[in-house]
């Protein structure tokens, strides 16, 4: 219940859904079998949310969830992108336009940004959008190979719409980067339109169910009513107005998914994969602790412990990171609605980092998950190759990790020259302002509160050395720009010292509003394990400045290893908690009976290996 709330009744009907449950196994199909596979699950999916009325995401999300594991489908970009990106950027008029239809799936859309050429650098884009005011149209085009859009979700098959980020140009004046609707295959024939060259880019790392598509406009036109036009307009004549407002709002899109990604795929996909490999832990026999007496279960060696307890931590704390991350993305965005804009740089750094941070952590964590299960970790069987390669995903889109530090990284080198020059910092870097023990305050009893304040300290510092190094870098006689590359390593680790003081203190927040006092004490241990964990790696961080002394990390070290004996007793039922369904786990080994062996040999009798093949027998011949 801590984590599930009012997801249940929605999770039941999904699970009566045979088509969702059965069917066949995901690790047999090739790659458009899936691809198809997942289109079918789509189309009923789309069934249920009418036979149900499910409107409301959260409930769709539960469905989500049972309809396609692990994976993402063609409706993440639909319902993620799309529609969030013409109700946050459109006038009520195209709302009231496309909203209902694509909501009832009449259209189905994506948000085509990426290019062959550029990714990253969005102000590197190079499609056009050029405004004709004779025929009162928008015309798009490609106008070199690297300018041919590549990897939107959806594009290579699927969607008939998508939401297209192109430079608007009118009067040869360029104007910046605009969203524009843009209606691209035939709603009779499902044909790409003339003037559009589409396909599918082919097989990827994972996302084998989504078709990730290129596009090339040849001229193509589009109506002027088209641009989405909530905070800028052109008129019939060609006049392009804007209200007074933040130019990066039209990159609004990307900050919601980021904020959404944090719970959606870095927590879940962690969450998931400590479910599994905790549980087969328990169910794994090896080797002898004593002579003569059974095999004991691998989660009792302390070693099996130190790799998988952890990760259990870091589990919950970017599960409980990414539901307050959603709640301040809806918080901000609701006073930015109202005309209150301040916090906008704020919720990006934050999102951005936190993005980055929790995406890299949660597929290092997935891996070590994978390496913890030995040889039948390996296997398909264990669910966690899926695992791995759709939450990997997350650490490129939606801004590669690194690029996102380094924005979060800009916010904080502006707030803290703020607060050199006077100014207070508020919300996320409020520490930035506060004066700030040097000495750490540590004993036995390790509080969560003197253990977030250690984390405070290496965030609060390492900022502080990356704007003295990019200041004295300048000095030198370096441009900004310069020594922001010459910086750049530094400011990633001082962003990530900073989400990582977060999520700490994110933790620390659920624990001590959890009344069960039993819950508590349990909670109290998996976020001490977090805090120590994290000073443990970094420890550089924490000893540089003497900080932290030799004395406090030998504490340290000791209070770790007790913490794996005091969690182990609980620890299926901390992954039980998270209340995953088998079917979402989709892993034998992970299975919630621990019938694993039997499970195991049943589906590798059924691999399609085994069938009868004329081609494999007359080779083998
Ligand atoms: C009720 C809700 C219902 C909804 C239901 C749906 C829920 C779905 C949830 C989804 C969950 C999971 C998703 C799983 C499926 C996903 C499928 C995959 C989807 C992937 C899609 C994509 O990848 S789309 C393409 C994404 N592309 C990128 O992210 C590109 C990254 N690059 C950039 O963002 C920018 O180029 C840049 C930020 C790196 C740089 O921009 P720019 O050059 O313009 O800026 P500067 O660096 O010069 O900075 C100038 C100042 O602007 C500030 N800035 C930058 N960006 C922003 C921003 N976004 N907002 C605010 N401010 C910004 C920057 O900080 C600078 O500020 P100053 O320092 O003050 O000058
Ligand atoms: C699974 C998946 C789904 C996607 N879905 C969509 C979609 O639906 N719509 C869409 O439009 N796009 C989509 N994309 C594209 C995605 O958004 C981009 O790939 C992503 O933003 C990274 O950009 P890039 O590919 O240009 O990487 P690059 O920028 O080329 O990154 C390559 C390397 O260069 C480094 N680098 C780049 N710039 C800097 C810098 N300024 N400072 C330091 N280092 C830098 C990066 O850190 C990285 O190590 C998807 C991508 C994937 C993998």
Not at 482 to 498: R, Y
Request: proline share 4%.
């Amino acid at each position: 219940m801590l984590f599930k709330g009012g997801g249940l009744p929605h999770e039941s009907l999904a699970l009566q859904e045979k088509l969702f449950g059965a069917g066949p196994d995901y690790n047999f199909m090739t790659r458009i079998e899936r691809f198809k596979n997942s289109l079918v699950r789509v189309q009923h999916f789309i069934r249920c949310c009418a036979r149900y009325n499910l409107h409301d995401h959260a409930d769709k999300k539960w469905f989500e969830g049972v309809a396609f594991p692990n994976e993402v489908s063609v409706l993440g970009p639909h319902s993620g992108m799309f529609i969030p990106t013409l109700k946050e950027q459109g006038s009520e008029e195209q709302i009231q336009k496309w909203v209902p239809q694509a909501e009832k799936h009449q259209i189905m859309g994506t948000y085509i940004q990426t290019e062959l050429g550029h990714g990253t650098f969005v102000r590197g884009l190079e499609t056009t959008a050029t405004y004709d005011p004779k025929t009162e149209e928008f015309i798009l085009n490609s106008p070199t190979l690297t300018s041919i859009k590549w990897w939107p979700g959806g594009l290579g098959r699927t969607c008939n719409f998508g939401i297209v980020m192109a430079l608007l140009y009118i009067d040869g004046k360029n104007y910046g980067m605009h969203p524009f609707v843009v209606q691209l295959r035939s709603l009779k024939t499902h044909e790409p339109l003339p003037g559009l060259t589409m396909g599918d880019i082919g097989p990827k790392f994972g996302f084998d169910t989504v078709d990730n598509g290129y596009l090339q406009f040849n001229h193509f036109g589009i109506p002027r009513e088209n641009m989405l036009m909530k905070y800028c307009q052109v008129l019939k004549n060609g006049t392009y107005t804007k209200q007074t407002r933040n130019p990066k709002f039209s990159y609004g899109a990307m900050i919601f998914v980021r904020s959404m990604v944090v719970y959606e795929v870095a927590g879940q996909g962690l969450a998931k994969a400590c479910t599994i490999a905790i549980r087969y832990s328990a169910i794994r026999r090896q080797s002898e602790l004593k002579k003569s007496r059974p095999e004991p279960q691998i989660l009792d060696y302390q070693t099996q412990q130190y790799k998988l307890f952890p990760l259990l931590a870091l589990a919950y704390a970017v599960w409980f990171t990414g539901v307050r991350m959603k709640e301040i993305y809806f918080m901000v965005n609701n006073e930015i609605k109202q005309g209150h804009t301040e916090r906008l740089p704020e919720l990006h750094a934050i999102s951005s980092g936190l993005k980055a941070f929790t995406t890299s952590m949660a597929s290092w964590g997935i891996e070590r998950c994978r390496l913890a299960c030995g040889g039948h970790g390996y296997s398909a069987a264990s669910g966690l190759p899926k695992i791995y390669v759709n939450a990997t995903g997350g650490c490129t889109y939606e801004g590669e990790n690194t690029v996102m530090l380094l924005q979060c990284a800009r916010f904080l080198m502006n707030i803290y020259g703020g607060v050199k020059n006077g100014r207070r910092p508020s919300g996320s870097v409020n520490y930035l302002g506060e004066r700030i023990s040097s000495r750490c305050t540590l004993t036995s009893e390790f509080t969560l509160k003197s253990l977030a304040d250690a984390f405070k300290h290496r965030a609060a510092r390492m900022i502080k050395e990356a704007s003295e190094r990019l200041n004295r870098l300048q000095a030198s006689g370096n441009d900004p720009e310069d020594s922001w590359n010459l910086n750049s390593v530094v400011l990633t680790k001082a962003a990530e010292a900073h989400c990582h003081y977060y999520m700490v203190l994110v933790f620390e927040s659920v624990v001590e509003s959890v009344e069960d006092n039993c819950v508590k004490d349990i909670l109290r241990q998996l976020c001490q394990l977090l805090a120590l964990c994290g000073i443990q790696e970094n420890s550089g961080d924490f000893i540089q400045d003497g900080f932290l002394n030799n004395d406090q990390l030998e504490l340290v070290k000791q209070k770790q290893l007790s913490l794996l004996s005091e969690i182990r007793p609980n620890a299926v039922l901390l992954v039980d908690a998270f209340e995953f369904h088998d079917v979402q786990l989709g892993s034998i080994l992970g299975r919630f009976d621990g019938n694993v062996y039997e499970n195991l040999f049943k589906w590798a009798k059924k691999t399609p290996l085994n069938k009868p093949e004329d081609l494999i027998h007359r080779l083998l011949r």
